[in-house]
């Protein structure tokens, strides 16, 4: 039994032991899949959207009817006010009443025309105290108005040209927003796994040049090697214990960075484990071109800026000559002592307003506004002619540089494989006494800065593989359209 007890013991230890010393290991692919899970990059990205969303939504909702209820419930005014005599003359007397009043209506914006139509109701009761108490009511049971400007500029029109690309452009930026948050993670993560490669490279030069610095000593004695060539060891492995600590400094910050970008615990110690094979595929460039033109953000960015181009000359060409407002109205009302009487026999209301503007000289002033702004056009025009043109160019750079990235890895790859033999080659022969220690310290640089290299090359494969995705939205390794998902 007490065997017992001990090996249960021993084996709760084993399992807190191996818990404590337990790392998250991450590949590529699941930094990726974190990074566009509960990070504040992926939220940022969802709620630009969201904001984006719910404009495009309030302008569709605000072309639907409205109906809006208004109440004065009361209004009590007590004071000294003038009235008008029977006998036509005036005096101030103190008066005080109370009014009370409510209405509903109905209006409905005419985009196509720039005006709106509305149909109310309302009701109005007023209390008179003093000498006399008095209480009379005033109802208008039905109205109805248009409000029409006339040669105005007309916002509705360009709104509802407008707005629908506004929403285009959102989603199709927020496509774009994914993929930027797919490369800011491949970043980090080579970051980190270009400061371990290095650090487990210092680790090794640490370890090395002590024991070339141990046996330089012993032939330094036996009078082998002259005493330059033993400072020079002893110097490079100084400079290999400066290295080891800036390395070990850098790979700490290097994951913590990745950790906070991913919303791990600082605690959490991971480990990051790199796929050697990449993807084997080529970027069709002239597909690459046309998905480009089909999907990227800037193409309807390109469309809005010539269309808000030619509502701000439109607006400057309307606000400088003749319009008019029209108000048109009619409606039944009655007013009577009691609530009941206000509602019969009611009798009709009629309004007719036209209000005009025409503006006689200003000095050329909107002559010169119109022209201003025919010309800020014209300068949009030819921007947005330039944009297109350099992003045409952008596509076929980066689908180019795309294709040759998989032969930029595989010669990497070699060139590590070789670097590594060569060291190893190097320094036996360094160890036996057939080899110079400037011919060691090549192989040892040449091998240091053939893993970089091979790092370096993965980082900038992916880092192209999502910048040609992002560019195009379209996944060329999949062969189909990277879509964002809708809004419930």
Avoid: C
Avoid at 107 to 119: E, K, L, R
Avoid at 287 to 293: E, L, R, Y
């Amino acid at each position: 039994m007490n065997n017992f007890l001990k090996n249960s013991f021993l084996l709760i230890g084993l399992l807190i032991v191996t818990n404590s010393y337990s790392q998250l290991k991450l590949t590529l692919e699941d930094v990726i899949k974190m990074a566009h899970g509960e990070t504040i990059s992926a939220k940022t990205v969802t709620n630009t959207f969201e904001n984006n969303y719910w404009r495009y939504y309030s302008y569709k909702r605000s072309f639907l009817p409205s109906l809006t209820f208004n109440g004065t419930l009361p209004n009590l005014n007590v004071g000294i006010s003038e009235i008008t005599l029977p006998d036509g003359t005036s005096d101030f007397v103190r008066r005080s009443q109370i009014n009370y009043s409510a209405s509903l209506q109905l209006a409905q914006a005419i985009p196509w025309t720039g005006g709106d139509i509305f149909v109310s109701a309302d009701m109005a009761r007023l209390d008179i105290f003093g000498i006399t108490n008095r209480t009379s009511y005033r109802s208008a049971p039905f109205y109805v108005g248009l409000r029409q400007p006339i040669m105005k500029f007309n916002p509705y029109k360009w709104q509802n040209k407008i707005e629908p690309l506004n929403f285009e452009e959102a989603k199709k930026r927020s496509v774009e927003q994914n993929e930027d948050v797919s490369i800011e993670a491949v970043q980090l993560f080579f970051e980190v796994v270009n400061n371990v490669a290095r650090f487990d490279i210092a680790k090794i030069n640490v370890a090395n040049s002590d024991t070339l610095f141990k046996i330089s000593q012993g032939r330094y004695n036996l009078g082998k090697i002259a005493e330059s060539e033993l400072l020079q060891i002893e110097l490079t492995l100084l400079n290999a214990e400066r290295t080891l600590a800036q390395s070990e400094l850098d790979v700490v910050v290097s994951k913590q960075r990745l950790k906070t970008f991913l919303a791990i615990s600082p605690l959490e110690e991971i480990e990051l484990i790199v796929d050697e094979t990449v993807p084997q595929f080529s970027v069709d460039i002239q597909k690459a071109v046309k998905m480009a033109n089909e999907n990227r953000s800037e193409i309807i960015t390109f469309e809005k800026n010539l269309m808000q181009s030619e509502r701000d000359l439109e607006r400057a060409k309307r606000e400088n000559s003749f319009n008019a407002d029209l108000f048109l109205s009619y409606g039944l009302t009655q007013s009577a002592p009691t609530f009941e009487g206000s509602l019969d026999n009611p009798l009709d209301q009629q309004t007719v307003n036209l209000g005009i503007s025409v503006p006689l000289y200003n000095w050329g002033l909107n002559k010169a506004r119109i022209k201003q702004q025919r010309a800020n056009s014209e300068l949009i025009n030819i921007q947005v002619e330039q944009s297109k043109n350099n992003f045409e160019r952008e596509i076929f750079i980066q689908a180019t540089q795309f294709n040759l990235m998989n032969k930029q890895v595989e010669i990497a790859k070699k060139s590590m494989i070789v670097a590594e033999k060569r060291y190893v080659v190097s320094k036996q022969r360094f160890l036996i006494g057939k080899s110079d220690i400037l011919t060691f310290n090549n192989s040892l640089t040449e091998r240091n800065q053939a893993v970089n290299s091979y790092n370096q090359t993965l980082l900038q494969y992916w880092v192209f593989y999502y910048r040609i995705r992002k560019l195009t939205h379209y996944d060329f390794e999949a062969n189909k359209l990277i879509e964002l998902k809708e809004i419930d």
